[in-house]
């Protein structure tokens, strides 16, 4: 199975601050990783498929990039709405695999 | 995409069979495949496995040949059943659409419904 792996675990931070979240493949999966975002008793919700593709009605403030092994989530103005969980997702292949979750929490 | 809700019993004893459906509204279920994921009660996430609405479906290895995904006859829901369950089963179960399209990944996923496994 491909293993994620994101960090920080969890992070405080600022309305207004610009946040970064890391996820790492353990083998190079191209740009097959999506991010999701979910809410205290809500579903994930999609963000961003194919390493850097916004899903439609996501607000422009969310971004991401990379390839192979390394990827990043970047939100770039913090709003009250973003506090929430956000995983990273493999799907280059079976089983699908999540990173273990980054919890933004309020300052 | 449609929207999709989740029922069945909310608590499964030890050793016995935890059944679901996913009603599909609002889209067609035809030329889609269809997944079930689960979370553990303050845990991450678990995808469980899929199936195509023709009725093929790929697995997790990790259920052991435990899980059976299908498409109900009704052909506007699927089903999960997992037997043998035990107390490490008890999760929030979530039925996703899965979107495969060159990229993959999970579309809309209903809401979710918590499964606890206890005698």
């Known amino acids: 199975d491909i293993q994620m792996s994101q960090s920080p675990s969890s992070l405080s931070a600022s309305i207004g601050d610009r946040v970064t979240i890391t996820c790492r493949a353990s083998?190079?999966?191209?740009?097959?990783l999506n991010w999701y975002q979910q809410k205290p008793g809500g579903a994930p919700k999609l963000l961003i498929y194919?390493?850097?593709s916004l899903q439609s009605g996501v607000p422009l403030r969310f971004s991401a990039s990379g390839s192979g092994t390394d990827f990043t989530l970047t939100i770039s103005s913090l709003q009250p709405e973003d506090f929430a969980t956000y995983y990273c997702?493999?799907?280059?292949?079976?089983?699908?695999?999540f990173g273990q979750g980054t919890k933004v929490e309020i300052k | 995409q449609g929207q999709l809700q989740e029922s069945g019993p909310r608590v499964v004893k030890p050793s016995e069979t935890l059944s679901l459906i996913c009603n599909v509204s609002?889209?067609?279920?035809?030329?889609?495949?269809w997944s079930w994921l689960r979370q553990a009660p303050g845990k991450g996430l678990e995808w469980l496995g899929h199936?195509?609405?023709?009725?093929?479906?790929t697995y997790n290895p990790s259920l052991n040949s435990r899980l059976t995904i299908a498409v109900e006859s009704s052909k506007t829901q699927f089903s999960l059943k997992l037997i043998s369950v035990t107390p490490a089963d008890t999760a929030i179960y979530y039925c996703?659409?899965?979107?495969?399209?060159?990229?993959?990944?999970?579309?809309?996923w209903g809401q979710g419904i918590l499964v606890t496994v206890s005698s």
């Open positions: 609002g889209g067609s279920i035809g030329s889609h495949y």
């Open positions: 199936t195509y609405y023709s009725g093929s479906t």
């Open positions: 194919a390493a850097s």
């Open positions: 996703a659409h899965y979107i495969a399209r060159g990229y993959n990944y999970f579309g809309p």
């Open positions: 083998q190079n999966i191209k740009t097959y």
């Open positions: 997702q493999q799907s280059y292949n079976t089983p699908f695999t």
